[in-house]
């Protein structure tokens, strides 16, 4: 019996260029938007928090101050580089949609000066670079109780920091902690480290003096020595 040829014949798919060619411009505006992305740069800087530390020289140190591509900034390079600086503490970042970066700030505290250096809140003594002249000055040497003095004053408020003019370390037989404040209106305050959370009171008892000048004594006993 003989074997019957089909022919079989394939049918041609027709090439939808309308459907090809939206499909090769959406590819083509997709790249073009991620190359532009890519190269768009940073457009603004914004900088709060800090206190001591200008913006420019902050934005500076954080390595943006040429407006690098938005999308190839690294916040963890950012932050390390700003921790450098001894006067900053921590950095929080935020990206922002329109290329917006928002740098903030927490700064070291200032205590007080020591040997003609800034003593801040880390412990570090460091160069008066901004000129601080709104803390006071220590004038006796505290090299043995330094770590704990600069733990209990940055407890200190900052509106009675400014009020005292020098501190002078002055232990007795019983403390060995006692200090004696020389306060800008001419009020002396003796306190002890240990209890250096009632000084923050000081506005409140000085009020109480009615204009008069005393010796304050919060070490022992809190009572006021009016003088003479």
């Given at each position: 019996?003989?074997?019957?040829?089909?022919?079989?014949?394939?049918?041609?798919?027709?090439?939808?260029?309308?459907?090809?060619?939206?499909?090769?411009?959406?590819?083509?505006?997709?790249?073009?938007?991620?190359?532009?992305?890519?190269?768009?740069?940073?457009?603004?800087?914004?900088?709060?928090?800090?206190?001591?530390?200008?913006?420019k020289?902050?934005?500076?140190?954080?390595?943006?101050?040429?407006?690098?591509?938005?999308?190839?900034?690294?916040?963890?390079?950012?932050?390390?580089?700003?921790?450098?600086?001894?006067?900053?503490?921590?950095?929080?970042?935020?990206?922002?949609?329109?290329?917006k970066i928002?740098?903030?700030?927490?700064?070291?505290?200032?205590?007080?000066?020591?040997?003609?250096?800034?003593?801040?809140?880390?412990?570090?003594?460091?160069?008066?670079?901004?000129?601080?002249?709104?803390?006071?000055?220590?004038?006796?040497?505290?090299?043995?109780?330094?770590?704990?003095?600069?733990?209990?004053?940055?407890?200190?408020?900052?509106?009675?920091?400014?009020k005292?003019?020098?501190?002078?370390?002055?232990?007795?037989?019983?403390?060995?902690?006692?200090?004696?404040?020389?306060?800008?209106?001419?009020?002396?305050?003796?306190?002890?480290?240990?209890?250096?959370?009632?000084?923050?009171?000081?506005?409140?008892?000085a009020?109480e003096?009615?204009g008069q000048?005393?010796?304050?004594?919060?070490?022992?006993?809190?009572y006021?020595?009016i003088?003479?």
């Amino acid at each position: 019996m003989a074997t019957k040829k089909v022919k079989v014949r394939v049918k041609k798919k027709k090439i939808n260029f309308k459907r090809t060619f939206i499909a090769l411009l959406i590819i083509a505006i997709i790249s073009l938007l991620v190359a532009y992305l890519v190269k768009l740069p940073v457009k603004n800087i914004y900088v709060s928090g800090n206190n001591i530390i200008p913006d420019k020289e902050i934005i500076e140190l954080s390595g943006l101050s040429e407006y690098p591509p938005y999308i190839n900034t690294y916040f963890n390079d950012i932050k390390k580089n700003l921790l450098t600086h001894d006067y900053i503490k921590q950095v929080n970042i935020k990206r922002k949609v329109l290329n917006k970066i928002y740098l903030v700030i927490t700064e070291y505290k200032p205590i007080a000066i020591y040997n003609d250096q800034l003593i801040i809140s880390s412990k570090k003594q460091v160069t008066n670079d901004y000129n601080i002249d709104y803390v006071p000055y220590v004038i006796n040497n505290i090299d043995n109780i330094y770590d704990k003095f600069v733990e209990s004053f940055t407890k200190v408020k900052a509106d009675v920091l400014l009020k005292i003019s020098h501190i002078e370390y002055a232990p007795n037989d019983v403390d060995k902690e006692r200090f004696i404040l020389y306060m800008v209106d001419g009020n002396y305050v003796y306190i002890t480290l240990t209890k250096i959370d009632k000084i923050n009171k000081y506005n409140s008892i000085a009020s109480e003096l009615d204009g008069q000048k005393g010796i304050i004594y919060l070490d022992s006993g809190d009572y006021v020595e009016i003088k003479g």
